[in-house]
């Protein structure tokens, strides 16, 4: 069985996610050893089952809403079952972008572990990042992702702790380098750029924020409690401001020349984009930045 790359997302970020898919088959050595297929929220009914519901998350309790930005978030433990637990997956977010070939993380030595992630702070942190892992599917056959978020709305699993990997056996994990996963840094050195700082994605550029802040535990906390009035008073997203722009021109270029070579391969066309925009999805300028952006071929990311 050939490894495969899974990309989960949503609609609101289905651009992003092709790009991405894109970039993993572009920098590729070999294209044919390897699939990448995208995990979609629209193809699992029991998350709109459980909109509006009360789930556990950081110890507190939220509502589920599929229409937040980063829905597609438990679908990141679903390669395991969809490879029938076998095989090797790597699975990332729709804003991580390969700048290099996959094939040396796919082949690499897992020394007995199931999970390799990079940490999410310093090399002492106890959270691990699960928005890019190579999995053994095999070592895996405890990932069973519907029960597991039935759980969530039981208040027998916290959110928190199930994408932090902190709900696996310590030796079950291998550190990976964060160049694998690189936290809006790109040098010449990473490997994948992940536009982790979601008010600064480079495709949402002054479009009104769609995604929830996180809270910490701690109901009477300063934070917590100016969220909870600011929804109930404004909405969900109500005075949450505008996404920003890339502090790092070299990022932005870098997903507007890929998204450049997708419609120029008709792997995303003019239609759709223009309808991503229309749902503000998209930055309303896309059409703009793409029309001034150089190639990839016509100006490197990084001087020789």
């Known amino acids: 069985m050939k490894p495969c790359i899974y990309i989960h997302t949503n609609e609101k970020q289905i651009i992003g996610a092709l790009v991405s898919k894109y970039s993993f088959e572009r920098f590729a050595s070999d294209k044919n050893a390897f699939d990448v297929k995208l995990i979609h929220t629209k193809d699992y009914p029991f998350l709109d089952a459980h909109e509006g519901r009360k789930y556990l998350r950081g110890g507190l309790t939220r509502e589920w809403v599929n229409d937040d930005l980063q829905s597609f978030t438990v679908l990141r433990f ?5 490879m029938r637990y076998e095989g090797r997956s790597v699975v990332v977010d729709p804003d991580v972008f390969a700048v290099s070939d996959v094939m040396p993380l796919l082949n690499r030595e897992m020394n007995g572990t199931a999970i390799m992630a990079r940490k999410r702070g310093a090399s002492t942190a106890k959270e691990f990042a699960s928005s890019v892992m190579l ?3 095999a070592k895996l056959k405890h990932w069973q992702v519907e029960k597991s978020f039935e759980e969530m709305f039981a208040f027998k699993r916290d959110y928190s702790d199930w994408v932090n990997l902190k709900l696996e056996p310590k030796d079950s994990i291998g550190i ?3 160049v694998w996963n690189d936290f809006d840094t790109l040098t010449r050195e990473t490997r994948m750029i992940h ?3 979601r008010r600064t994605q480079p495709w949402k550029t002054g479009l009104k924020v769609d995604f929830r802040p ?3 535990a701690g109901s009477f906390k300063l934070s917590n409690i100016i969220h909870r009035t600011r929804r109930a008073l404004f909405g969900e997203y109500g005075l949450l401001g505008s996404y920003h722009k890339h502090p790092d021109n070299n990022q932005e270029r870098l997903f507007f020349a890929l998204l450049k070579e997708c419609v120029d391969k008709g792997i ?5 984009l223009d309808e991503q925009m229309k749902l503000n999805h998209v930055r309303h300028d896309a059409r703009d930045v ?6 990839l071929a016509e100006q490197p990311l990084f001087a020789a």
């Open 135 to 137: 999995l053994d599917n």
């Open 78 to 82: 679903m390669p395991p079952e969809l």
């Open 195 to 197: 536009n982790t700082h």
């Open 268 to 272: 995303v066309t003019q239609a759709m």
């Open 176 to 178: 990976l380098e964060p």
């Open 214 to 216: 996180a809270e910490r």
């Open 290 to 295: 793409l029309a001034r952006t150089r190639t």
